[in-house]
């Protein structure tokens, strides 16, 4: 999907939602522990129920590959239902994946070409052949870790090296690999303050923003720093979303909490 796509697809939804799918089989409602495939089951229909006022949808690679052989199969599934059934949707593989560069190029296959996503988080930890194979794929898109929405974004992120924090770092010396333009950028809600001083350094870049709901970010926050002309915004919530009740009414359920978040979103966008 182009940058494009996504914009036109926001401002028709008046949305910037981004609905994870963390699917983990103890929270969801027990009546469809009963189907062959309860994940899938409980995929599609937060899909269907969510759809209409979203924008993107990324599944959490570790809720698959923690379930062996049939958590990828759910997660196969996922991705071709939305493919086959929301091809405007944005989709985002999390996996923040981060090795060498041939490596690299084989997780750059793994979830732009077998699975079909349009994107994929990866961690900037090792440097440019690390992360430009995933930047060679024409309209997919690379989500690098900038500033992450946990306490351990302190540890390494912000700290100083020579003279700039380690995720200014990043921003700026990812912005000079090549086909950089396929880049977007992390940055937590729950580090609001920081948005400011990062459009600074990324004025037209996406970004990917987790960390409302249950982690307790700001919607209003993000928005009042991070917006660029284009929204440039993705706010990811997942369990505030899924799991808002555990009854036979999950999808319902859901598609409410993604209604209130999108009339919330609605106010910030300016035709
Ligand atoms: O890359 C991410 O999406 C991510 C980065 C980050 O800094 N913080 C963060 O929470 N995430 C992911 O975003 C999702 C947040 O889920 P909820 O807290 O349930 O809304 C999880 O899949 C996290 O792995």
């Keep these: 999907m182009t940058t494009q796509e996504l914009i036109a697809q926001i401002h028709k939804k008046k949305s910037f939602l981004c609905v994870g799918l963390d699917v983990d089989t103890d929270k969801i409602p027990a009546h469809l522990l009963k189907e062959e ?9 937060i899909i269907d129920a969510t759809a ?4 993107a949808y990324k599944p959490n690679i570790a809720f698959y590959e923690a379930y062996g052989i049939p958590g990828w199969k759910a997660l196969r599934k996922t991705i071709d239902y939305i493919n086959e059934n929301y091809p405007e949707i944005f989709t985002i593989a999390d996996a923040k994946r981060g090795d060498i560069g041939n490596t690299a190029a084989m997780y750059a296959r793994a979830f732009f070409e077998d ?32 500033l992450t929405s946990n306490p351990g974004a302190f540890d390494f992120q912000t700290r100083d090296l020579d003279g700039k924090a380690l995720y200014k770092r990043v921003l700026e010396t990812s912005a000079t690999w090549k086909n950089s333009s396929n880049l977007m950028y992390v940055v937590g809600a729950t580090k609001a303050e920081y948005l400011r001083e990062i459009r600074r350094i990324v004025p037209d870049s996406f970004l990917l923003v987790p960390g409302i709901g249950a982690q307790g970010g700001s919607l209003e926050e993000v928005c009042r720093y991070g917006m660029n002309e284009n929204i440039g915004l993705l706010v990811n919530s997942a369990r505030g979303i899924i799991y808002a009740s555990g009854g036979t009414d999950f999808a319902e359920a859901a598609r409410t909490e993604a209604l209130k978040l999108q009339a919330a979103m609605t106010a910030f966008i300016t035709e």
């Design 37 to 45: 495939d309860p994940v899938f089951a409980f995929n599609k229909a």
């Design 52 to 55: 209409e006022v979203t924008v």
């Design 115 to 146: 699975l079909g996503f349009d994107s994929v988080t990866v961690a900037p930890y090792m440097g440019r052949d690390s992360v430009e194979p995933f930047l060679d794929f024409e309209n997919k898109h690379t989500i690098l870790l900038a």
